[in-house]
């Protein structure tokens, strides 16, 4: 079993529109959850960071985390060609200092 | 703030050689980095955990005398690929944690990654 799960996708949107990425993780006591970002051939970049559940907002990306639920996300409002990468979810599980990554999701933003 | 570099950004060398790559935290001490590995397409993998002043911790299936890591100081992490292979083409990507107080003592937290180095064995 997996211990943090997306959906590979691709996921495509209409640029304006909203995109919605989801993230499942498995330790239920996790309590750091990340979405970086990962254009083609460069390094990830971190976005958000939440922590609490519920909903954080930055600009234009909202990520939201549902503990009981274990299942963290990330939207995208007003989404742009630009935006179009691979989000990875990151959960720093309980004990250690390792953070688990999941294998992304790829965005297509249509212009 | 939180800024990882990484030096080479690209290399190519020929197969048997060996290749030394830097990973340096420029803005904050780093007592833990950690090292992953990327195919072309694929996720992430983490290969190793860097810890300053002692032994990296290995992934399994991760050969430690293939891939040699010191961590020389709070700030420098090194990877050595030894005797390079054309499999061991890959992108390989640094992280690092800055450390983060908090009432109960101080934590590492969230990571940041370094560019990057492509390697290409001939």
Known sequence: ?111 | GAVVSQHPSRVICKSGTSVKIECRSLDFQATTMFWYRQFPKQSLMLMATSNEGSKATYEQGVEKDKFLINHASLTLSTLTVTSAHPEDSSFYICSASPLTSSPSGMYQETQYFGPGTRLLVL
């Open chain 1, 1 to 111: 079993q997996k211990e943090v799960e997306q959906n590979s996708g691709p996921l495509s949107v209409p640029e304006g529109a909203i995109a919605s990425l989801n993230c499942t993780y498995s330790d239920r006591g996790s309590q750091s959850f990340f979405w970086y970002r990962q254009y083609s051939g460069k390094s990830p970049e971190l976005i958000m960071s939440i922590y609490s559940n519920g909903d954080k907002e930055d600009g234009r990306f909202t990520a939201q985390l549902n503990k009981a639920s274990q299942y963290v996300s990330l939207l995208i409002r007003d989404s742009q060609p630009s935006d179009s990468a691979t989000y990875l979810c990151a959960v720093k599980g309980t004990g250690g200092f390792k953070t688990i990554f999941g294998a992304g999701t790829r965005l297509f933003v249509k212009a």
